[in-house]
């Protein structure tokens, strides 16, 4: 009776243990953020203490990209591992901004349910998976996570909302707070907070079952509204304006994903789990007074400035601490290599346009990731093939840089080399043509409203 009770003990703890083996991966995933708002990215203004940290312990990408410079195109492209126009995502889903003959279904535009998530593909290794934040992928309840291979959710279905408490009912619906699914009720306290506190409750859970778990902390920060505590804001006596708040919105961010962090290595999981932390597009200077220098450019055009984003990867034992990568990756890269770090096939996935990351990290290959990268939104579209960058416009000729010798974007060398412009312009048509059209579209003013805003933080442009 006492070995047959002993053999039961040591199976379940191989059992135990052989979960364990996979790591739990936590993506912590910032809103809006400027490219230079971070401690680890040059900022003397920020305090970003936990970041910082975080940064030191991880691989920092210096050319990471997102699949399109606004929230909700961007979301889809990581979610799926795919560029999101090949199932024609192409812009952000706002009711009530869009053309009144497209997109008269409301919340029911979203990303489409026969799209495979990177949540289904986890649960497919075992792991129990969790969403916290802003989902901005479709209102209506067959959009919802926990529809689309989350256990788990708290946040809010749309694109913006309130840090603090709405006292009343919210214009948009979407933007309430919601437990689980369809259960709303407002948070007390901070919402950044909140959500930590939160996922930090899952992490708890999930550590005690013995399971990999995956924990997905989508913040609205530093996205607008333009809200902080009066305790954070304090911390910036020097600062002024929204830039003075959009500081204290980062601390809270940075506070927050240190809880999450420091979890980690009080329940001793730290070594085996993969944290990333990244941003969804660069950030809007005009609404609340990020910044993205040394780059030119913001959210919604596709200057770096407004496509390429801080991005850490943290692994112990498998990826170098305190080093950098200095190719170009994507955030769609991260379905395929949380895929790959759960024991999975990257080879394996269909239909998939990133990759697994890991080879390329880890010196198993010295090739490029991506030796060319598509964006695209209505007229607008731009290809980055090697270090060469083609940017076609509605409203003037086409420009091309080179990005590793002028990374700000402000000599155009079109005019000198007519014939890349031409290869680059074809190659950039020629992926557009393999591509869905548009499920719905946003007022055409707004085109303009963002060729306004690149132009106005773009210096030296030629118009």
């Known amino acids: 009776m006492k070995n047959t009770l002993l053999f039961l003990l040591l199976l379940i703890g191989c059992i135990h243990c052989k979960a364990q083996e996979k790591p739990n991966i936590v993506l912590l995933f910032a809103d809006d953020a400027g490219y230079a708002d971070f401690g680890f990215q040059g900022s003397k203004e920020m305090k970003t203490p936990n970041l910082d940290k975080l940064a030191k312990q991880s691989l920092r990408f210096t050319q990471a990209y997102v699949t399109d410079p606004t929230c909700g195109p961007s979301r889809a492209g990581l979610m799926t591992g795919r560029y999101q126009q090949r199932f024609g995502f192409e812009e952000n889903n706002v009711p009530g901004f869009m053309s009144p003959v497209s997109a008269k279904d409301g919340p029911a535009m979203g990303l489409p349910v026969n799209e495979t998530t990177i949540a289904d593909y986890l649960k497919k290794r075992g792991y129990s998976t969790a969403f916290y934040g802003k989902w901005h992928l479709g209102g209506e309840d067959k959009f919802h996570p926990m529809k689309r291979g989350f256990d788990e959710f708290y946040g809010f279905r749309g694109g913006a909302r309130d840090y603090f408490p709405y006292e009343k009912e919210p214009k948009e619906k979407l933007n309430k707070l919601e437990k689980g699914f369809g259960n709303f009720e407002e948070h ?15 992490i708890d859970r999930s550590h005690k079952k013995g399971t990999p778990f995956f924990a997905f902390l989508s ?3 530093v996205h607008t509204p333009m809200d902080a505590t009066k305790e954070d804001l304090e911390q910036f006596p020097n600062l002024e304006g929204n830039r003075k708040i959009v500081a204290a919105m980062t601390l809270a961010l940075d506070r927050a ?18 944290v990333v932390f990244t941003n969804d597009n660069g950030g809007p200077t005009d609404k609340n007074a990020s910044i993205n220098l040394p780059l030119s450019g913001t959210k919604s055009n596709y200057l770096e400035g407004g496509i390429r984003v801080p991005f850490l990867m943290k692994w112990p034992g498998k990826i170098k601490p305190n080093s950098t990568y200095d190719k170009p990756i994507s955030t769609m890269d991260l379905l395929p290599t949380f895929y790959a770090a759960a024991g999975g096939n990257a080879n394996e996935l269909k239909n998939i346009d990133g990759v697994d990351l890991l080879p390329f990290l880890t010196g198993k290959s010295q090739k490029v990731p991506h030796e060319t990268l598509f964006w695209k939104k209505d007229a607008r ?5 090697g270090n060469w960058k083609l940017l076609r ?10 990005i590793e010798e002028d990374p700000k974007e402000l000599n155009d060398l079109a005019a000198q080399r007519p014939e890349i412009v031409k290869a680059l312009y074809k190659e950039l048509f020629q992926w557009e043509s393999s591509l869905m059209r548009p499920r719905w579209l946003l007022r055409k003013s707004f085109e303009k409203d963002d060729i306004d805003r690149m132009d106005a933080y773009w210096p030296l442009q030629s118009n």
Request: hydrophobic share 45%; proline share 4%; no cysteine.
């Open 257 to 274: 994903a240190g809880k999450i962090i420091d979890r980690l290595e009080e329940l001793g999981i730290a070594e085996n789990t993969l």
């Open 381 to 385: 579209g731009t290809i980055r093939k």
């Open 219 to 221: 913040f609205n920060a």
């Open 393 to 402: 416009f509605p409203d003037r000729p086409a420009k091309l840089f080179n």
């Open 188 to 202: 007390n306290g901070y919402l950044t907070d909140e959500l930590a506190k939160e996922a930090l409750a899952f």
